[in-house]
Each structure stands twice: as structure tokens, then as C-alpha cells.
């Protein structure tokens, strides 16, 4: 059974960094893309990064570039996310994402995590 | 970027109706758009890929169709659990993108 549990979400300050986790089980990790969706309270969803199966290519929306990292621990089945210099406009639920596809660098997504609530704040 | 507009935001229908949700993309993308539901505290759930094929395990009184910029998400026979808010996506073009949601109140 596919599962994707996230963690790492928390309070944090302007200016602030947090690391957010997503352990998956049910599959390799490294032959499917993997993607953050973040979503904030009341709002609709916004794809933020993903990470190709296979290999080390990652992508960013505009809005996070240099300041949010991708990355992917193959051994134990664990993709992250670090984000640097969070600002208010961060603060949002942050799903991890199965692709559908393992061929598809840009995918729909067939698997989600529960979620992990990242809160900027002063 | 490829921008996804869906009408309406939000619908009231009763049990057994018939609705129907619009998903526009502002250029085509071929087929290349999925449907999403997601209740209330909880993570999306993909129904519909690649504009009609539904996703195992989802009820087949679910059914999308279109192509190029214009798609459709029609639930029949609307149940009780069917309330929640129904997403688009297009994944024809990097960056992927989402529509704002229509929220379907029984």
C-alpha cells in the first residue's frame, strides 16, 4: 500500500528555515517524480517543487525559487523539502505528491500525504 | 504559464442531481488535465486523468471530458459524500497549475 506521511511543519519566524519530510512506503521513490503542493487556509493549490524520478532534476515555482530545496534520500525512501528566508506568504498546509506516471517530469498526482502545517509568523 | 479558470466557485445541488463543473485553460493542452476532490481537512484525491480516464476505485458516476482548453467534470446521481471541492490540473506544460476550485454544497 502507497503511503506518504509528511512532517517538519511548525512555527517559525520571518526570515526563518524549516525542513519538511515526506516518508513514503509502497514504492521507490526514485521511479516517480515527486512533488511539495502547497495550499493555504481557505485557498486554492499552489505546485511549489518537484524532484524527477532517476535522477537529480528539480523544479521551483517562481515564487520559491532560491529559497526552497528539493531533495531526495533514495535508501530510505525520504524526499524533503528545506525552506530558507520563509515569509508570511509561506504559511500554508504543504502536501507531498506521488506522480501518476513514472514517465512524466510533469504530472498528475495519484498519491498524497495527510499534510504538514507550516506557520510564519513574528 | 498556463493559467486554469473554473466556473462556477461553488454550486448547492441535492441528492441524485446532475452537475457539471468547467474547467478553461487559457491555450491548449491536449488531454493533459486531471480532476481532483478534496473534503474538508483532508488531501486531494484524483479522480479523473488525462481528461476522462478515471482513476481505480472512483465511482463511475464521475466523468470528465473535453480537450485543448476546455473541459468538463460531471458527478450523476450526487451523493451525500460528494460534498466537497473538485480541482483541475493541467500537466501539459511545466509549471503544472491548479484551478481555484468549485465547492459543491449538497
Known amino acids: 500500500e502507497v503511503q506518504l506521511v509528511e512532517s517538519g511543519g511548525d512555527l517559525a519566524q520571518p526570515g526563518g528555515s524549516l525542513r519538511l519530510s515526506c516518508a513514503a512506503s509502497?514504492?521507490?521513490?526514485?521511479?516517480?517524480?515527486m512533488s511539495w503542493v502547497r495550499q493555504a487556509p481557505g485557498e486554492g493549490l499552489e505546485w511549489v517543487s518537484t524532484?524527477?524520478?532517476?535522477?537529480?532534476?528539480?523544479f521551483y515555482a517562481d515564487s520559491v525559487k532560491g529559497r526552497f530545496t528539493i531533495s531526495r534520500d533514495n535508501s530510505n525512501n525520504i524526499v524533503s523539502l528545506q525552506i530558507d528566508n520563509l515569509r508570511a506568504e509561506d504559511s500554508a498546509i504543504y502536501y507531498c505528491a506521488k506522480a501518476q506516471s513514472p514517465t512524466l517530469w510533469v504530472p498528475a498526482f495519484d498519491y498524497w500525504g495527510q499534510g504538514t502545517l507550516v506557520s510564519v509568523s513574528s | 504559464d498556463v493559467q486554469m479558470t473554473q466556473s462556477p466557485p461553488a454550486l448547492s445541488a441535492s441528492v441524485g442531481d446532475t452537475v457539471t463543473i468547467t474547467c478553461r485553460a487559457s491555450q491548449g493542452i491536449g488531454r493533459w488535465l486531471a480532476w481532483y476532490q478534496q473534503r474538508p481537512g483532508k488531501a486531494p484525491k484524483l479522480l479523473i486523468y488525462?481528461?476522462?480516464t478515471l482513476e481505480t476505485g472512483v465511482p463511475s458516476r464521475f466523468s470528465g471530458s473535453g480537450s485543448g482548453a476546455e473541459f468538463t467534470l460531471t458527478i450523476s446521481n450526487l451523493q451525500p459524500e460528494d460534498s466537497a471541492t473538485y480541482f483541475c490540473?493541467?500537466?501539459?506544460?511545466?509549471?503544472?497549475?491548479f484551478g481555484g476550485g468549485t465547492k459543491v454544497q449538497i
Open positions: 488525462k481528461a476522462s
Open positions: 509502497g514504492f521507490d521513490i526514485n521511479s516517480y517524480a
Open positions: 524532484i524527477i524520478g532517476g535522477g537529480d532534476k528539480t
Open positions: 490540473q493541467q500537466f501539459e506544460t511545466a509549471p503544472l497549475s
